[in-house]
């Protein structure tokens, strides 16, 4: 039986730094994944920032007077407001854009970093064995966990004792008739 323990443990610690290696690779593989996503990301931030200078330069009153200069109408007046609105809606949905593509781009960063530290944490787990090993590492320190929202402390006996006296003196007191 003893044989058997020292073969697996030596199974497992040979196989560890392989599958280490094998995990590292594909949180990398992930990364670069990522960091596609965030080039492309980038990329449409780029083209929709000079979409909405193109609007702005569009939304200038004399390019607006051009733009429905070719258009016969009896109420240019109109024709220009209409044109001026669509361009504000136009450059508010950019705008919007923008917006979303800006969270997906920070999220895209926290993913990347969170991947990195994961691919270096691996890499090292793949280094050295034994320090990421949950059987031969030593035992961490063992500390109270920190409670989510703060832990008011109890009150003293006495003063727990005079509350209920007071409570008991209110009930008890009645209108005299």
Known sequence: ???????????????????AQENAATVERQVETLYAQLREVTGK???LQERARQIDQDLQPENIERSVALIG????????DERRQ???RQKAGVEEQ??????????LEAAIAGAEAEAVRLR?????????DPITR???????PTPAFPVAQKKP???????RVRRGVRRISTPSV
């Open 45 to 47: 931030e780029s083209e």
């Open 124 to 132: 090292a787990a793949a280094v050295a064995p034994g320090a990421n």
């Open 73 to 80: 109408t009896t109420n240019a007046g109109a024709l220009r």
């Open 1 to 19: 039986m003893e044989r058997f323990v020292r073969g697996m443990f030596l199974i497992l610690a040979a196989a560890g730094p392989v599958w």
């Open 86 to 88: 669509q361009l504000e």
């Open 98 to 107: 923008l917006t979303s593509l800006a969270t997906s781009r920070s999220r």
């Open 157 to 163: 006996e006495r003063q727990r004792q005079r509350k």
């Open 138 to 144: 030593p035992p961490a320190e063992k500390t109270a």
